[in-house]
């Protein structure tokens, strides 16, 4: 499948930046050795860059996750930061392997954008923040307003769609990164930011005094986020989707990085099923067998990574909510290893 | 073999084909056409087979459906719930026209002025234009726009405490909420007369300038129009019993409310774009201004023309015809710099339908087509009607 | 007075009286003109209060400057804040935030932050390229000015060594620092089914190359009866040259690589900036020369590729090149996205630069072209020899003007989210660390200020290019 033709080669010759992604992306990602991933701009406890250029955050580490399925190296990650335009563009291109970049399931994506959403890494709503002086207690007291939004995302449609419902009048203000919806709100152009409720904890962090606003208790839509690979390529789709389902069942398993090694010498079936010392599970989608040892070794189960990146101890101060296991009453629910 | 013989016989080489300049000329666009379209035919190609691939819909059907979003700057144009994607194009389109009528216009005559400024004999004022043009023309406009909205912006008072024009309205960081005038019933009658009164004044300044060219007299056309055009919508508004008033924005909830508000995006997009235009249109009308013969000026003057006539009715029209050309570019150019709005959010064709609806939609190629060809129609459009203007001015010089 | 006096002095001679003790035979000393129109005063009433209106303007004028530069200069030198270390320690922002936003400032204070730059100099200058490694931008600087200045400067010898360095030397000099060099290349002709991807098959594939324009060149030669030995080694050599500058960029200096994302900053302006002016040159001169050309077709494409560029707005280029290029490559094959910027900017300004080429095109007198033609010169001899270096002399001060259009341009590449100089800016107001009201102002006077000296000083070099031409001429 490598039809390049001659002035395209020596275009990326060039740069030596070419990135073949060819029908089968397993291969294309153990021919180059590493995964391309696709993140955000920075988003903190999402997938957020330091000073120093390394990434972290919950969709980085599901990157991480896949690395270490494939390579048994969690560090055999390159991040593309894409912004909410580009990022389908990219994916489809071959420019990323996958998309973990807080993207919202729809089924316009599933079904027109030619993409397959491998699961749900955040069950996220969109809610609104406004500025604590303004004595709104409830977004039903919004009308009036204006709101300020990222352009062309879920939330600029669920945010008409929510006022328009409830007959209130408001002002849209939409700014096409991240970065400068937070930047106007900040600086008083809008009374009203919204986005994803992780988004919106987030981002307060970045405002110039973060204790002055408060995140209201409406969640007006239902956004679960997960990580996105082209369609067509099943192989690919599955490495990723239970790259991600591994770590929620090692959670329920009680399989951390710190135990995992012990884990390994368990009776239960089931761990054992997990970490590859019973049946061919890793082999079947073309990795090694020890896929899910290496996820958890080198990443960690579920519960860690969310309260590593987003958790009570971090600076977002998220609870679990409905992110938590299913049989805590959460709506993290992995199909079983066997 | 007759020929062959003479041929070596002179001893010439033969004529190599391609020694033939039609011939090779031939060749070679048709090695040309063939690379081309070869070029066309494998990126389509290409597009089709990825867009197949990924499984994306193509097709200009997304113009039907519902766009879903909303815009908050539509001056003409209804956008609401049941709006499509065609009609988020269309206020696109007319918020690019807007923004780019009322550039140009500003910037025409902040242009105008700053040139004129520069030939001042006035040192200050000749050096202010001067460091007007320097300053403005040499800072990246996108940047300028910043400073504008985000520099600028930032210094303006919170939405709830804000700065009261008087009868301008109220400014606060959400823009500037002037009154709105609200038309009751004989409004249009005011309308009326305002129209009534222009046309009146072109009829008499025509009838004037044709008795000036036949006896030589002159009468005072500007005063007359003005007195028209100012007394006719005036007296039949008094008559009609005042059918406009103005709404002034109330204090709501969240800073003011109603009203007609200026978005701070648009201001500062407006500022930006004229402030920058100026500079360089200051520069095109200081050339052309230099470019008119000095005897036109000395001769203005010794026939008793003080400055300002001779610089109105010599000086100018001549220098119209170096301006013209080069203005048309800025007014493109400003028309084409006004897509850079998409940096802070005002709603116009690029942000609107080339961001939002695309980030929406997903199909990039029919809409970023969409989009380039209108642009590119705008400039078409554009130049050829300056063309003609030019040609026309032109003409009256003879 | 000179009246009567001439008029007694007739009387006189009508009478006959001739006396001349009236008739100066000296010329009498100039009286120093009056004190109200020499001196600063003089001056300034003749160009500042002359007449009432003038005067008016002047006290106008004078009012707004009294309205802003104090302003200006509170803002940027006086109220300023030119450190965040207080008592031996780093406030950040809370230097420059007033008591109400948390800071030490007296409330209602505005003034420049210029600590916040300070600490962010570096990100501006190189974006985020790795902290260990920043001498290598640094020498990309010192090299592209050591071969600018000297070329800028007319009386400075050695140009044609100068202009060498700067189109080949630098260019993979600089390639080669920034992104690291030691690159792999797999090869490009042959089907992969005959030998593996990898070195040698690239290297084969090149020879197959070097062979097949040899032979073009050979052909092209024949068929047009000239001598083939010099067409062929001409392209020998081009294709030697270009072998060599790969064999260099293959090469292991120890470099470690630097992907293109981790690029940023003024070091990113300057990269679009003269790569874009580095391919719309030659880019630009092809399409010029077509737009001029007898053959119709060739004139029409041209006319179309130009008008079509310069009729959409570059924003619009750059959303096309960084989403739509990627799908009309071929599947498999993608452009990392500086490139595709690159490519999106260079195509664009190709448009102008031909505009600018055509117009030194046209100001060539018709009797060179006729000249040259009588002289037997072919097409392309006479367009090398004799129109281009002409051409291209002229328009000098149009290329710097394109230039200095495109180095401002290059600013909305941070639209489409590279992190170039105004990119790295934008992005720098989002750490929360110096988050004040004046942060934003205070980056953009910062990076107004360096556009302005560097664009400014092209335009007046540019200036200064065009009177120097100008003398040839007319």
């Known amino acids: ?338 | 073999m007759a020929l062959t013989e003479s041929a070596s016989v002179d001893d010439k080489p033969k004529v190599a084909l391609l020694n033939d300049p039609k011939i090779r000329g031939a060749i070679i666009q048709t090695i040309l056409v063939i690379f081309l379209a070869w070029l066309v035919w494998s990126m389509v190609h290409n597009a089709a087979f990825n867009l197949a691939k990924a499984g994306i819909a193509s097709g200009f059907g997304f113009l039907d459906r519902s766009a879903g979003f909303d815009v908050n700057f539509s001056p003409f144009l209804e956008f609401g719930q049941t709006s499509t994607n065609w009609d988020a194009y269309l206020v696109g389109l007319q918020n690019t026209l807007i923004l780019a009528f009322i550039g140009v216009i500003f910037a025409t005559i902040i242009g105008f002025i700053v040139g004129v400024a520069r030939l001042s004999q006035n040192w200050v004022i000749s050096k202010i234009a001067y460091w007007y043009v320097e300053i403005l023309r040499n800072i990246p406009l996108l940047l300028q726009i910043f400073i504008w909205y985000k520099g600028v912006g930032a210094f303006l008072p919170d939405k709830r405490n804000p700065m009261d024009l008087g009868f301008l309205g109220q400014l606060n960081a959400a823009g500037l909420f002037a009154p709105k005038p609200v038309f009751a019933d004989g409004a249009g009658v005011v309308g009326w007369a305002l129209l009534a009164g222009i046309v009146i004044t072109i009829f008499i300044g025509r009838w004037a300038s044709a008795r000036q060219m036949k006896t030589g007299e002159r009468f005072p056309v500007f005063w007359t129009g003005l007195g028209l055009i100012v007394l006719l919508p005036v007296l039949s508004y008094f008559i009609m019993g005042m059918p406009i008033s103005a709404e002034y924005p109330v204090t709501g909830n969240f800073g003011p409310r109603g009203g007609m508000q200026v978005i701070p995006e648009f201001i500062a997009m407006l500022l930006a774009l004229s402030l920058y235009t100026a500079a360089f249109i200051a520069e095109i009308v200081r050339a052309g201004i230099l470019a008119v013969n000095k005897g036109q000026s000395e001769a203005s003057a010794a026939l008793g023309l003080r400055r300002g006539p001779a610089l109105r009715l010599v000086v100018v029209p001549q220098a119209m015809r170096v301006i013209i050309p080069p203005l048309t570019s800025q007014y493109l150019n400003l028309t084409k710099n006004s897509s850079l709005a998409v940096a802070i959010a005002y709603p116009d064709l690029t942000a609107m339908f080339a961001g939002t609806a695309l980030n929406t939609v997903g199909q990039a190629v029919e809409i970023l087509l969409m989009t380039m060809l209108t642009y590119l129609a705008i400039s078409l459009l554009t130049s050829t009607f300056m063309n003609w203007y030019n040609k026309r001015m032109a003409l009256v010089e003879r | 007075m000179s009246e009567i006096d001439s008029q007694t002095a007739m009387d006189r001679a009508d009478t006959g009286a001739l006396e001349i003790a009236y008739v100066r035979e000296q010329m009498e000393h100039p009286r120093p003109a009056p004190a109200s129109e020499v001196g600063v005063m003089g001056w300034m009433r003749k160009n500042l209060f002359d007449g009432w209106f003038n005067t008016a303007l002047t006290l106008i004028a004078i009012w707004l400057l009294y309205l802003i530069l104090p302003g200006i200069i509170q803002f940027n030198f006086i109220d300023a804040v030119w450190t965040s270390i207080v008592d031996g320690e780093n406030i950040e922002r809370r230097a420059c935030a007033t008591i109400a936003q948390g800071g030490i400032q007296p409330d209602g204070w505005h003034g420049a932050c210029w600590p916040y730059i300070g600490a962010y100099f570096k990100q501006f200058v190189f974006g985020r390229y790795p902290d260990e490694l920043l001498w290598r931008p640094i020498a990309v600087f010192v090299l592209f000015f050591a071969g600018l200045i000297p070329m800028a400067i007319p009386s400075v010898p050695f140009k044609r060594e100068n202009i060498i360095y700067m189109t080949l030397v630098f260019p993979v000099a600089a390639f080669i620092l920034l992104t690291g060099g030691n690159l792999d290349y797999n090869g490009f002709l042959l089907p992969d089914s005959m030998i593996g991807e990898g070195f040698t098959k690239f290297w084969i594939d090149y020879i197959i190359l070097t062979a097949i324009v040899c032979g073009i060149a050979w052909v092209l030669a024949r068929s047009t009866d000239s001598n083939p030995k010099g067409p062929v080694l001409t392209a020998l050599a081009i294709m030697a040259g270009l072998a060599v500058i790969l064999l260099l960029t293959m090469v292991d200096f120890g470099l470690r690589y630097v992907e293109t994302s981790q690029w940023g900053g003024f070091l990113m302006t300057l990269v679009i900036a003269v790569t874009g002016i580095a391919a719309s040159l030659p880019l630009g001169i092809v399409l010029a020369l077509g737009r001029r050309s007898q053959m119709p077709i060739v004139r029409l494409l041209s006319v179309i590729f130009i008008e079509f560029w310069r009729g959409v707005p570059l924003i619009t280029v750059l959303f096309m090149s960084s989403v739509l290029l990627p799908l009309f490559l071929p599947d498999g094959v993608s452009f990392d996205k500086l490139l595709r910027a690159l490519i999106g900017v260079a195509l664009f300004s190709a448009a102008y630069m031909a505009e600018v080429v055509r117009g030194g095109l046209q100001a060539i007198p018709k009797g060179q072209y006729e000249g040259a033609m009588a002289l037997g010169l072919s097409y392309w001899q006479m367009t090398q020899k004799i129109i281009l270096p002409q051409a291209l002399k002229i328009v000098i001060p149009g290329i710097v003007n394109t230039f200095i259009g495109l180095f401002k341009d290059t600013t909305l590449v941070s639209i489409i989210g590279l992190l170039d100089f105004l990119g790295m800016i934008n992005s720098s107001h989002s750490d929360s660390s110096w988050a004040t009201p004046v942060q934003a102002i205070t980056s953009y006077i910062f990076c107004a200020a360096v556009f302005w000296v560097f664009c400014y000083a092209m335009a007046r070099y540019s200036n200064y290019m065009e009177r120097r031409l100008d003398t040839g001429h007319r």
Not at chain 1, 308 to 324: C, F, H, Q
């Open chain 1, 1 to 338: 499948m490598k039809k390049q033709i001659v002035s395209a080669a020596f275009g990326v010759a060039v740069l030596g930046a070419a990135t073949a992604a060819g029908a089968a992306t397993l291969d294309d990602v153990k021919a180059k050795g590493f995964v391309q991933c696709g993140v955000s701009q920075g988003l903190p406890g999402f997938s957020n860059p330091d000073a120093a250029g390394n990434w972290t955050g919950i969709d980085v580490d599901l990157c991480r996750g896949i690395a270490a399925a494939v390579f048994g190296d969690a560090t055999k990650v390159k991040y593309t930061p894409l912004s909410a335009k580009e990022r389908f563009t990219a994916l489809q291109s071959g420019e990323v392997d996958v998309l973990s970049r807080n993207t919202t399931w729809t089924m316009s994506r599933d079904t027109q954008l030619g993409l397959n959403f491998a699961g749900v890494n955040y069950y996220d709503g969109q809610g609104f923040m406004v500025r604590k002086d303004l004595g709104v207690k409830s977004a039903l007291e919004l009308s009036g307003a204006s709101v300020c939004t990222n352009t062309g995302t879920t939330t600029e449609l669920n945010v008409a769609d929510y006022f328009r419902a409830n007959k209130m009048e408001y002002e849209i203000v939409a700014f096409e990164k991240a970065d400068e919806v937070v930047a106007a709100y900040d600086a008083g152009r809008c009374d009203v930011y919204t986005t994803d409720q992780s988004g919106l904890y987030a981002q307060r962090l970045k405002l110039t005094n973060p204790a002055d606003h408060v995140v209201l208790p409406e969640v007006i839509s239902k956004e679960p986020l997960g990580p996105v690979v082209r369609q067509g390529d099943d192989q690919w789709f599955n490495i990723v989707k239970w790259t991600h389902f591994a770590m929620i069942n090692a959670e329920e398993l009680g399989i951390t990085s710190a135990n995992v090694d012990e884990m390994k010498n368990s009776d239960n079936p089931e761990v054992k099923r997990v970490l590859g010392t019973e049946g061919e599970f890793g082999t079947a989608l073309g990795i090694g067998n020890d896929w899910a040892y290496n996820v958890i070794k080198q990443v960690g189960n579920y519960s860690e990574v969310f309260d590593r990146n987003v958790g009570p101890d971090t600076e977002l101060a998220i609870s679990r909510g409905v992110n938590a296991l299913w049989s805590k009453g959460g709506l993290q629910y992995a199909p079983p290893i066997r």
